[in-house]
Structures are given as structure tokens and as C-alpha cells.
């Protein structure tokens, strides 16, 4: 690791530490991902090993934080350590929004604009390619303040969702962007859970506060039903059959611009795709890219 000059922490990934860090042959500045690796493992685990596969096919995306480099070393003890090497970017969409909201300003309609476009675009290049995120939130959206590009990140949790789809552990999506489905115990989930996590994201951009800030599992499906009424198997069939499900307060569903006033008609039509019950109902982000309300946006630079 000699190539490299460690700056400082900036953060805990999935799978370890990152730290920004300048090539020395370069001058660059980068983002190294020090990937722990268990102790009795002989080799790399094929955890970490998925994810640089993963990493290495989305990379080609502009919308994908970029792997340039893997690098294996010895730490003192002797054990294999793996840094990955990626693009470094200033900043990411949860503090964005943090400077907005301690100012007290809105984010402009044609920001949120872009960077929903941007997001939807990197998740259906995700998507096509097989790979669910299953915990997308503005902490693993990374930008740069002054092209105002947004790039997917820690994409360690993603799995290559081949059919037939696999069960998956559903302790993972942090709760505030966590799909009805998932809260509810389902097992076999899909794009859609995605989709939603986008939903809740571009809410939150506009107003700069969490659309569903629930403090565990059951608070989190109250937040969603108060907004959007307590669903039914007329609204999502089989939703009384998932594990999780008990007889919840019924409440009637509100106006969702109620709760994004500062959202345009259109934007809240998209809102309310994002944010349907049924996960076969939802919008896919492709289709999302074609939704008038980003009709006016200027996508050559994207």
C-alpha cells in the first residue's frame, strides 16, 4: 500500500473502513474501502469476492461510484487484507440535505429533478443487470458539489438476484427507506423494494426531512399506513398472508401532496408510483426515467 498516502477516515462501509488517501504516482485523491476478511478464512472470502465482481460490471455506469483498483496486502499479523480503490467523491446526498435543512432552505425543484433522474438511472442499470441494492438511503448516495453528479454506493449488501429468487434475510435495509414488504416478513422480494427506498428519497429531498422516520419495525409500518391508509388485500392481495402481518389501526389514506406541498403534480404522480402497496404495482426505475416530471429536464449532461 506503499502507492498510497492514507489522509483519514471518512467512514464504516459494509464490509470496513474507508479513508480518503492520495495516489502518490497520481496525485489523485481516492476513496480506499479496507475490506475486513475473517480470521480463519484461508484466502478472500467469497463475500468480498461478490462484491468486486459486482462492482467491477456497475463501475461502467456514470450513475455507479467507479471500482478503479483492487489491491491485496499483509497486515501485521499477517492476515490478507483488500483495498478497494474507488473514485472519491466530496460529499453524499444525507449531508446535501442536512445543509439544506439546517438552513431552512428547499432544495431547487430542478436539483431534485436532476438527482431523482440520476438515481432512477443508476437503479435500472443496477436492475438489468440482475442486482438488487436492498439499502439504498442519502448515506450511500455519493456526490460532487460542483457537477451536482450522484453516484450509487456500498454496494456490498447487493446480491445478483438470479431467478429463481432466492430467500432473503430481511434484517438489513435501514428502516427508514425499508419496503412495506420487507417490514411485513416477506421472503421473496424483488426490484420493486428498491423502487420504494427511491420514493421515500425523493420525498425527502424535497421537504429535507424523512418521509417514514419509524424507530423500529412496528413504527415504521405505522408511519407508512398513517400516510397511506392501513393496506387491505383489495389494495395489495396477500398482505394478510405475510408473516408479520397482525390487525393493524385502520386508518384512510391522506393526500400525498399533503406531504410533499412544495411537489408538482407530476412529481407527486410519480411519488404515488413509487409508493404503491402492491410491489407488482409499483413503477420500475426504468419506467420512472420516462415520467413527465422529468419532461423538462435537460439530460445531455447526464
Known amino acids: 500500500m506503499d502507492a498510497f498516502k492514507k489522509l483519514e477516515k471518512v467512514g464504516e462501509g459494509t464490509y470496513g473502513k474507508v479513508y480518503r488517501a492520495i495516489e502518490k504516482a497520481t496525485g489523485k485523491t481516492v476513496a480506499l474501502k479496507k475490506t475486513r476478511l475473517h480470521e480463519d478464512d484461508e484466502g478472500v472470502p467469497p463475500t468480498t469476492l461478490r462484491e468486486v465482481s459486482i462492482l467491477r460490471m456497475l463501475s461502467r455506469d456514470?450513475?455507479?461510484?467507479?471500482?478503479?483498483?483492487?489491491?491485496?496486502?499483509?497486515?501485521?499479523?499477517?492476515?490478507?487484507?483488500?483495498?478497494?480503490?474507488?473514485?472519491?467523491?466530496?460529499?453524499?446526498?444525507?449531508?446535501?440535505?442536512?445543509?439544506?435543512?439546517?438552513?431552512?432552505?428547499n432544495i431547487l425543484a430542478k436539483t431534485v429533478k436532476s438527482l431523482m433522474y440520476q438515481l432512477c438511472k443508476g437503479v435500472a442499470f443496477c436492475h438489468a443487470h440482475g442486482v438488487l441494492?436492498?439499502?439504498?438511503?442519502?448515506?450511500n448516495l455519493l456526490m460532487d458539489r460542483q457537477t451536482m453528479s450522484l453516484k450509487i454506493a456500498d454496494l456490498g449488501l447487493a446480491r445478483a438476484f438470479t431467478l429463481p429468487i432466492k430467500k432473503y434475510t430481511h434484517e438489513i435495509l435501514t428502516l427508514w427507506y425499508r419496503a412495506p414488504e420487507v417490514l411485513l416478513g416477506a421472503t421473496h422480494y424483488s426490484t420493486a423494494v428498491d423502487v420504494w427506498s427511491v420514493g421515500c428519497i425523493f420525498a425527502e429531498l424535497v421537504t429535507t426531512h424523512a418521509l417514514f422516520p419509524g424507530d423500529s419495525e412496528l413504527q415504521q409500518l405505522l408511519h407508512i399506513f398513517r400516510l397511506l391508509g392501513?393496506?387491505?388485500e383489495k389494495v395489495w392481495p396477500g398482505v394478510s398472508s405475510l408473516v408479520n402481518w397482525h390487525e393493524y389501526p385502520q386508518w384512510s389514506p391522506l393526500s400525498l401532496s399533503s406531504a410533499v406541498p412544495k411537489l408538482d403534480k407530476d412529481g407527486v404522480d410519480l411519488l404515488s408510483q413509487m409508493l404503491q402497496y402492491d410491489p407488482s404495482k409499483r413503477i420500475s426505475a426504468k419506467k420512472a426515467m420516462e415520467h413527465p416530471y422529468f419532461d423538462e429536464l435537460d439530460k445531455s449532461n447526464l
Open 62 to 105: 456514470p450513475h455507479v461510484v467507479r471500482l478503479l483498483d483492487v489491491k491485496q496486502a499483509q497486515n501485521k499479523e499477517g492476515k490478507t487484507v483488500l483495498y478497494l480503490v474507488f473514485e472519491y467523491m466530496d460529499t453524499d446526498l444525507k449531508k446535501f440535505i442536512k445543509s439544506h435543512c439546517h438552513t431552512g432552505e
Open 133 to 139: 441494492h436492498r439499502d439504498l438511503k442519502p448515506h
Open 230 to 232: 392501513t393496506p387491505n
